[in-house]
């Protein structure tokens, strides 16, 4: 069984989604705690340490082989990088620039490869986000991920994000996390070990 954890209950149904078209017969358990980005975003990641690891042990006692954290913010998530030199991380929210940046850059040294990563708001994005505008929200990543000209690749920060990348025309590769952070969660849950990660996206 895998654990997921949420800071939002719109995850939870695209990681449904994923399960049925990639790993059908993977037992999910979702746990929303939408608190816990409050928190982050007040008071820093560093804030939500404690309750994001009392969440995990949880999940574990509860007989799941993997914790997956799909908050970036929270779970300080990254994408490998494959496809070039130049990354631009896009964000619908401030306080997942720095650590999906830092672990992006992270991901790539553990690769070998020398990179160099660029982070941009999407302004208004959340906004349209929180408010229930999926639509506008999706809108305007795609757009901001159009708009990059200088990039390898593009990193979309939030799971929920994940849709824009399909709707984009960008000439580079666009990534989002939860695909691979499924794929990946899954093959630990695969082996039998009991693993955390805060690695979706």
């Known amino acids: 069984m895998l654990a997921l954890l949420h800071t939002s209950v719109v995850h939870v149904p695209v990681f449904d989604a994923l399960r049925d078209a990639a790993h059908p017969g993977l037992e999910l358990r979702h746990h929303v705690a939408a608190e816990l980005l409050d928190v982050a975003r007040r008071d820093g990641p560093s804030a939500v340490t404690g309750a994001v690891r009392e969440a995990v042990l949880r ?23 494959a496809a070039g030199s130049r ?7 401030r306080s997942t620039l720095a650590p999906t940046a830092a672990l992006v850059e992270d991901e790539a040294r553990r690769a070998g490869r020398a990179v160099g990563v660029r982070s941009r708001l999407v302004d208004g994005a959340w906004e349209r986000f929180e408010t229930g505008d999926t639509e506008g929200y999706l809108r305007l990543v795609a757009d901001a991920a159009d708009a990059v000209t200088d ?12 849709p824009a990348g ?7 590769p666009v990534l989002a996390s939860p695909g691979p952070g499924l794929a990946a969660a899954a093959a630990a849950v695969s082996t039998g070990r009991r693993v955390s990660t805060g690695r979706n996206e």
């Open 87 to 93: 990354v631009v991380v896009l964000a619908a929210l």
């Open 151 to 162: 990039a390898d690749v593009i990193v979309l920060a939030q799971a929920s994000m994940a």
């Open 166 to 172: 399909e709707r984009t025309g960008a000439a580079v």
């Open 59 to 81: 999940a574990v006692g509860e007989g799941a082989r993997a914790v997956l954290c799909t908050c970036p913010t929270i779970g300080q998530v990254a994408e490998a990088v």
